[in-house]
């Protein structure tokens, strides 16, 4: 899926003179990453935002606004909204800077430990226990 390259340069627009942004693409559009966290991006035409999870009733009912569903399922805490809701430049700075915020906020918490990871029974360093049959996908 394509997305809206003039929503694109308004986002560029706003956020010129930020070192701390990089846009990658992702999710079949263009997504922005503050600190490497997610605040904004445009699936087609779209404006998809990071919102905050204890806000994120208030911010679902606005107009313009529904819940990020590209998979079957509504990924919490993220939403689209429709370009009538970002018409004007005072908008978008309105949904830019809620994105923002909550990206700051999970980029200033330390990393979660992978749940998955298992490690050494002592945990050190957290490296991985290989049994001897495994031996890197090697037959014997």
Sequence with gaps: MAYDE???ERIRHAFKGRRDIAERKMFGGLAFLLQGRMCCGIVGNDLMVRGSADKFDAVIR???VRPMDFTGKPLR???YVSPPGFRTAIALHTWLSLGERVAEEKAARPAKPS???????SGALGV???SPASSYGRRR
Excluded: M, N, W, Y
């Design 6 to 8: 003039k929503v694109a």
């Design 62 to 64: 606005g107009r313009h």
């Design 77 to 79: 805490g993220f939403v």
């Design 115 to 121: 749940p998955r990871r298992r490690t050494s029974p």
């Design 128 to 130: 991985r226990t290989l």
